[in-house]
């Protein structure tokens, strides 16, 4: 069976087991852009995080796709030192890097609609100018002092316009010793997960249209 076949026997079976292995995240970036590509990724270590956020970028930087990066002021310097030695000055230009300080506390405190609107506004000429795009999130949810139940909202609010705009996106969140809490509300809310391994569906995903 092909890898079309694969996807579509998953995503329409409910009696087969979702947590098994799909395809390669690339190959599904490559032929589902209309899917509903909203994507958890659960790193582990620094080095596995740096090299899934490369390949995502040149990948989308040979496909065509205009990349939106959300990343830290203290590991941007490290992705766009490889970022300078891995692309033209030409495919340099096509990624947008948005501090995730600026991007996650601009209202002065993590707030999901002021985030929502911030969003939407780093999008905004791609999506009237009809453009392709993908976008990369470093959430880092052990520095938040908020209580974490205002990622999931964020989250459901993010999934809503990934499904309506038909665009990739990948939240990534440190795995390690994340609160069951957590692990829970973002299996709820993305329909895929990354692992460093493995590109699986979520079985407890909850479509954004039903809650």
Excluded at 99 to 113: A, E, R, T
Excluded at 179 to 196: G, W
Aim: glycine share 2%; hydrophobic share 35%; aromatic share 10%.
């Amino acid at each position: 069976m092909n890898n079309k076949g694969v996807i579509h026997m998953l995503e329409n079976s409910k009696s087969i087991v979702r947590r098994k292995v799909i395809v390669n995240m690339s190959e599904v970036l490559e032929n589902h852009r209309d899917d509903h590509l909203h994507i958890l990724y659960k790193y582990r270590g620094l080095e596995n995080y740096t090299s899934q956020l490369l390949n995502y970028i040149e990948d989308g930087i040979v496909a065509g796709d205009y990349v939106v990066l959300i990343e830290n002021s203290r590991l941007y310097p490290v992705i766009q030192k490889e970022l300078n030695a891995r692309l033209t000055k030409e495919q340099l230009e096509l990624i947008h890097y948005v501090n995730s300080m600026d991007f996650y506390w601009s209202s002065g405190s993590y707030h999901p609609p002021s985030i929502a609107e911030y969003f939407s506004k780093t999008i905004q000429s791609y999506v009237e100018n009809k453009l392709s795009f993908r976008a990369w999130a470093h959430v880092e949810w052990a520095s938040m002092e908020e209580p974490l139940h205002l990622i999931k909202d964020l989250e459901e609010i993010v999934d809503e316009a990934v499904n309506s705009l038909s665009f990739p996106l990948i939240c990534a969140y440190e795995g390690e010793k994340m609160p069951d809490f957590l692990k829970n509300s973002l299996m709820e809310t993305h329909p895929y997960v990354l692992l460093d391994d493995d590109f699986i569906i979520s079985e407890q995903y909850q479509s954004s249209k039903t809650l």
